[in-house]
């Protein structure tokens, strides 16, 4: 499962750039006149990242921040690798970013530390590459909670598809790992057929569509992103007649990861069970946090935050691991959700 493919990036490519700009710029003799925060926005197909950005927005005027206009890379490596670049020649004291390819980010971040700027990467763990603060989630116990929360709706029995993201990804395969290692431990009497998409709707809809076509006893779906494949699921699931309320015969069960407000309307309304949700509030709010403190060179050590989290130690940096709670019909309406007061 952990073999993926690598895409080199250049090496030095920032510090080129970092040097053509103190030319240019005339030097760096005034860091307070310079936007301290620079951020690169991941993705916009999925509503869990639209509503994370609208939420950066919110805070980077509650914080009152001084950031340099935002770059988006749209889940593209090479697009993500030059922004990240791009933001780097204006001197910003740390930069807020999120890598889809976790496994590439050697060279980019090493740059960024040579050049003293600061990286804060958001729901991603850059795999090498000094961080100076990840904030994201367990992504292991999302899968375990997803399998313990399928294995018991069906009994322990049945068939299960699983919607994976890209598995070039942290969250991709450590969502897997923790879904598969779970289904194994505790319900060896249910079929997992994986089904990698690389995070693409489209893709998850036409190979859900083959799985069902082959598995007429499929009684159970994981998806791992719902902001990128709960409507293509559902939308497959109505157009074949097996979209069936929660509690009826016939009801595929599904849980989902994100907690986005549409995953929440989904479980009360029955076609859909339970999610695990992501807090795209608390991503802004701390990732901007922590961009600020490095900026003012401010150091955390590992444990307990005032923020019912924890930090832990990573090989290259830290990580603050936010709570995810699983999302079914008994608390969806919970008001401390996200979801319940999403940004609009």
């Given at each position: ?156 029995k049945g068939k299960v598809a699983e919607l994976q993201g890209a598995l070039t990804s942290i969250n991709g395969y450590e969502r897997s790992e923790g ?79 994100d907690g986005i407000p549409q995953e929440f309307d989904a479980i009360r309304k029955g076609d859909i069970d339970a999610t695990v949700s992501q807090p ?44 995810a709670p699983l999302v079914t019909k008994e608390n969806v309406d919970d008001p401390s959700l996200w979801a319940n007061h999403a940004a609009g």
């Open positions: 499962m952990k073999s993926r493919t690598i895409r080199t990036t250049c090496t030095g490519c920032i510090a080129v750039l970092l040097a053509g700009c103190l030319t240019a710029c005339g030097g760096t003799d005034d860091p307070g006149a310079r936007p301290q925060i620079g951020i690169d926005i991941p993705r916009a197909d999925s509503d869990f990242w639209k509503a994370y950005a609208k939420y950066l927005q919110q805070e980077i005027n509650d914080q009152q921040l001084s950031v340099l206009p935002p770059t988006r890379s749209n889940g593209d490596d090479a697009t993500f690798t030059a922004n990240v670049q791009s933001l780097a020649a204006r001197h910003p004291k740390s930069i807020v970013m999120a890598p889809q390819n976790t496994m590439t980010t050697d060279s980019t971040l090493s740059e960024l530390f040579r050049a003293n700027i600061h990286t804060i990467s958001v729901d991603t763990e850059p795999e090498h590459g000094s961080v100076y603060m990840v904030v994201r989630t367990d992504n292991k116990t999302y899968g375990t909670k997803a399998c313990e929360f399928l294995g018991k709706q069906l009994g322990g879904f598969a290692a779970c289904m194994k431990r505790n319900y060896p009497g249910i079929q997992v057929i994986a089904l990698p998409t690389d995070w693409k709707g489209d893709v998850a809809s036409a190979k859900l569509q083959s799985t069902l076509a082959a598995n007429r006893d499929l009684n159970g779906i994981y998806l791992q992103a719902g902001g990128v494949f709960l409507q293509p699921t559902l939308d497959l699931l109505r157009q074949k007649g097996l979209l069936k309320p929660a509690g009826q015969p016939g009801h595929i069960t599904i849980v989902s990861n795209a509030d608390l991503y802004a709010k701390y990732a901007l946090y922590y961009a600020k403190a490095a900026a003012e060179g401010r150091k955390f050590q590992p444990g307990p935050t005032d923020h019912q989290s924890t930090i832990i130690t990573l090989p290259n940096g830290l990580e603050d691991q936010l709570p």
